[in-house]
């Protein structure tokens, strides 16, 4: 038998269903797993050992459930939702040692599945990073090469998927966080459509772009998970009414003629020569396969970058507000007075890259500065929503690279944070659309790391974006799997 650890979320699922192992064994083996990795990848801050075999345990004897798609799948956490009885840092001192009373919509939902979470995966801190190396614990190593960094922010959660620890994880996406990562680890990463997935229960970082979504390892995989966590919330009113369709049966349909827009700004960068070769025999082969590419402009993309980080660093500024050293948190010891307790807490407790956002976002917020700059950010927002339903009435979803350079060495940029935000322009537009995006391995470069592409759609179409990708998937090289997977 293959290791269990190796087996896909709808490999494994098929054969807890079939009773060729059991839920107790498929957690024993990623436990091992991860145990065997840990060491070299630091994907995960938090196991949750004990309780993962005890779940498993009660699915065993309660047995198989057809109502519980995700019965008795390992998964593992961005360290951002918030499970009851288990830290809950977001890869930040400030939240050090917080274990949350309640648990986020999300996690309820997959519980609800029969998932078993096996462990919460390293973050950069806040969810404010690229690269994973601003988490506060430490920074997470690639699977593919373990002196390169993994992307991020959820960069735990993909290494964690990428090395085998589990099927399956969950991360979040404000500005690429899940394709981004995904991309760089060689695994598939779907960011839903704002609103489609609750974020009631993670914690926040910028309230108008944050939206949860699954790593896993191919489309199917992702609709699955997808599938048991959509849906409206009552408890967060930005979570949306509009119904949620077929995924895992939309995953296995094979899609019609394909036509895909390949959006000018987001093809013409200055790609690394390991990037621009993969990329452009990915296009060959789609060609050569008979999808329709279609180039297209939309002028509104050069200013995303720009309006992305006064808009994401505002909503920080104001999320942020409530570590104050006051009501939960870190707090400084033996303060002189309030301002000194409010200065040294959030100092001791927020590391520079978070600190840096908030400063940028309280400037723009400010009397004076909030026309100059926030207010002409949300009207560039706008432009960029216009131009994306404009050009997605041209084709049938958009294509475009996830990031112009594979992963970068560990340290290359971390004192270089304009150059990490400009990396980000190839995600960062859809964030300010708002629609769904889903990242796909497109092969491995000459240096033997991946390279990744994304499929754009229109808002609410998740189905149409995860036929798509099963028909890529079918037509692009497979990367296999990691050095530390052999």
Known sequence: MTELWRLTLVEAGQGLRKKEFSALELVEACLERLKATE????ACLTVLEEPARRRAAELDAAGWDPQKPLWGLPLTLKDVFCLSGAPTTAGSRILEGWKPPYEATVVKRLKQAGAIIVAKTNCDEFAMGSSTEFSAFKPTKNPWNLQRVPGG?????????????????????????????????GCVGLKPTYGRVSRYGIVAYGSSFDQAGPLARSAADCA????????????????SLHPVDDYVGAAEKKPGELTLGLPRELWEGDFA????????EAKRRLTAAGVKLKELSLPSLRFSVAAYYVLASAEASTNLARYDGVRYGRRAPGPEDLRDLYVRSRTEGLG??????????????SSGYYDAYFRKAAQVRRLIQQDWQAALQRCDLLLAPVSSVQAWPLGAFIDDPLTTYQLDMMTL???????????????????????????LGRAFDEAALLAAGRTLERLLPPVGEPPLAA
Request: charged share 15%.
């Open 352 to 365: 520079p890259e978070v600190r840096r956002r908030i400063l940028l976002g309280t400037f723009v917020l």
């Open 429 to 455: 537009p859809l964030n300010l659309a708002g629609g769904p995006g889903l990242s796909l391995p497109a092969g491995l470069g000459a240096d033997g790391l991946p390279v990744g592409v994304q499929l």
């Open 153 to 185: 922010s959820s960069g735990g959660a993909a290494a964690s998927v990428a090395a085998r620890q589990t099927p399956g994880a969950f991360g979040t996406d404000t500005g690429g966080s899940i394709r981004q990562p995904a991309a760089l680890c």
């Open 224 to 239: 699955l998970l997808l599938a048991a966590t959509a849906g409206p919330d009552g408890l967060d009113s930005t979570a």
């Open 39 to 42: 060491p070299l990848v630091d």
């Open 273 to 280: 020569p390991e990037t621009g070769q993969t990329l452009d």
